[in-house]
């Protein structure tokens, strides 16, 4: 026997604990990563393209047929209007240097550019705090050089981030939700516990055994029976994050685990069984300590 | 605190002590006596008169409404929780209802002081086994108290008083269910703490034992104390005959 049996044979929160503490887990895990996979594929498009705005000018005609001093004049005309508008911190034309460098990955580091019938890119610096009328843009360039085509990635960024903050929001209440009813399942099970127990606390008291001696064991069983749920329920969220990414991206597992969730987010899921088995620690101790205050 | 007792200090001390149970009567009333270290008492009275309350105020389970208790030259009501704590530690106590564990066998249940006070388990396997033995549990340790009769149940509550050589030792009604013969060996292991040291308070019924063993008394009558010494033992007896006293 070792002291720990000494108050935990015939013990309600033996299964109570694991089972919660599984449960709470898989949907806290999947909730997270859930959150965490929409905001990292947000910050990461946001990056991306803040502010930016691209404007292509075709060299050659559909039938292949350069067009040549046209392009030029189409430029002029394409950066006076985008120079003017309100919103626009800049406006360049990428350098054949800057497209070869844009190109490499797929036409290798080498590539003659010059001789590959690709637009003129516009790269265009906007003021991300400015209220940039993308419209008007677009009408004028449609008037006045009618080949161009205005790539632009605010119109369903706005929104997009406006559904995503709302989404983190909403995973952030929940994840609050399910730590306070973690925290009462625990209460009520360590209660229950201690209200079996009575007669064996109220003996190893009298025997001389500190408040602390009582309130360890049952905080460190509670630790460990959450602990043991939750890496359960930890481990059955896996196959479950892989088929949806699965679904969603049509990748490879190995792709899944190494692109979807860094590293550091990977250690957060990770996280969530220790941080509930200290948090069951924590409201256990608080619980048992309160409950020995009736013995003198 | 208890561990730097000073050797003068009386094990307890009593002044003025009165007791009640929430709001009921009073059922202790003006208490005051004083246990010297190494001395050994019987404490007798009728059923109702108050021994296993006075005990419980002894062994730190309730506080007296009124008056003073001082253990080991501390008084209680000024200890703090680990302190009380560390005095129960020097505290063993047979309870009248045992209060045996039913979940653990006799040799976890004598076990248990030792594993509160964070003995070796080897130390606790020779010591325990060896105290089974001597109370003529050899072939019960692995049984649980469910399992065991009355007198066996009180042996192994006896053992587990005394595995931790307390310097307090209360036993209340320890040889109730068992036969004269064992009830005077039983005794003896008390007698041998008691050489040792230990101050022994013991609440019995048991009249043959009392005249058998040549100890002063606590006596209770309606919540009130009398010390009697041995040599009044002959005419309280003689008193407790004619009353027709149910004990015994
Ligand atoms: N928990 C309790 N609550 C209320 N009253 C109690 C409680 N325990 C004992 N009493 C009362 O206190 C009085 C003294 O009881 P106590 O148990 O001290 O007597 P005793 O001398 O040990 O008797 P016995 O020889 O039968 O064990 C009795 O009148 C009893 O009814
Ligand atoms: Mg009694």
């Known amino acids: ?296 | 605190m208890a561990k730097q007792n000073k050797l003068s200090s009386p094990v307890a001390e009593f002044n003025g002590v009165s007791f009640r149970y929430d709001s009921g009567p009073e059922v202790l009333k003006d208490i005051q006596f004083t246990l010297d270290p190494g001395s050994f008492y019987f404490m007798t009275g009728e059923s109702g008169a108050g021994k296993t309350s006075l005990l419980s105020l002894l062994y730190l389970y309730h506080l007296p409404t009124k008056g003073r208790v001082r253990l080991f030259g501390h008084a209680v009501d000024e200890l703090t929780r680990p302190a009380k704590a560390r005095i129960r530690r020097q505290m063993g106590v047979v309870f009248q209802d045992f209060r045996l564990l039913n979940h653990l066998t006799a040799f976890d249940n004598v076990a248990l002081p030792l594993r509160i006070a964070g003995a070796k388990e080897s130390e606790i396997r020779r010591h325990v086994s060896e105290l089974l033995v001597w109370v003529g549990l050899e072939n019960q340790m692995r049984a649980y108290p469910p399992e065991l009769s009355g007198g066996e149940k009180q042996r192994v509550a006896i053992a587990r008083a005394v595995i931790n050589r307390p310097t307090l030792l209360m036993a209340d009604e320890p040889t109730g269910n068992v036969d004269d013969s064992m009830a005077k060996r039983l005794l003896h292991l008390f007698l041998e703490l008691n050489k040792l040291g230990t101050t022994v308070v013991i609440a019995t019924h048991n009249e043959g034992l009392i005249k058998h063993f040549n100890f002063p008394r606590l006596h209770l009558e309606k919540g009130r104390l009398n010390v009697i010494q041995p040599n009044q033992y002959k005419e309280m007896a003689s008193k407790l005959f004619n009353r027709g006293a149910e004990n015994d």
Do not use: C
Not at chain 1, 1 to 16: E, G, H, R
Not at chain 1, 28 to 39: D, E
Not at chain 1, 58 to 74: F, H, K, N
Not at chain 1, 126 to 148: F, G, Y
């Open chain 1, 1 to 296: 026997m070792t002291k720990s049996n000494i108050f935990f044979t015939t013990d309600p929160a033996k299964l109570f604990l694991p089972w919660m503490s599984m449960l709470m887990t898989f949907i806290a895990v999947l909730v997270l990563a859930g959150g965490m996979a929409t905001y990292s594929s947000v910050t990461r498009w946001q990056r991306t393209v803040s502010g930016s705005l691209t404007v292509q000018i075709p060299t050659y005609t559909e039938l292949g047929a350069s067009r040549g001093e046209m392009v030029d004049r189409e430029i002029e005309t394409t950066l006076t209007i985008l120079r003017s508008s309100e919103g626009v911190l800049g406006a360049t034309v990428l350098s054949d240097r800057q497209m070869s460098d844009l190109m490499a990955p797929w036409l290798g580091e080498n590539a003659v550019i010059t001789e590959l019938p690709l637009p003129k890119l516009i790269d265009v610096t906007v003021d991300p705090n400015s209220r940039l009328d993308i419209a008007q843009i677009k009408s004028d360039l449609a008037t006045q050089v009618p080949s161009a085509i205005l790539d632009s990635h605010r119109i369903w960024l706005t929104p997009l981030l406006r559904i995503s903050s709302g989404i983190i929001k909403l995973i952030g209440f929940i994840l609050v939700l399910l730590s306070l009813t973690a925290a009462f399942t625990v209460i009520y099970a360590t209660r229950t516990s201690l209200t079996v127990h009575e007669p064996v606390i109220a003996l190893v008291h009298m025997m001389g055994a500190g408040d602390l001696y009582v309130t360890q064991q049952y905080a460190s069983r509670s630790f460990q029976l959450t602990l043991l749920g939750s890496l359960f329920g930890f481990f059955l969220t896996l196959p479950i994050m892989a088929g949806v990414s699965f679904f969603i991206q049509g990748a490879s597992f190995d792709f899944i685990l190494k692109q979807s969730l860094s590293l550091g987010q990977w250690a957060v899921l990770l996280s969530v069984p220790f941080l509930l088995s200290v948090l069951a620690f924590i409201t256990t101790f608080k619980t048992v300590m309160n409950y020995l205050k009736r013995f003198l």
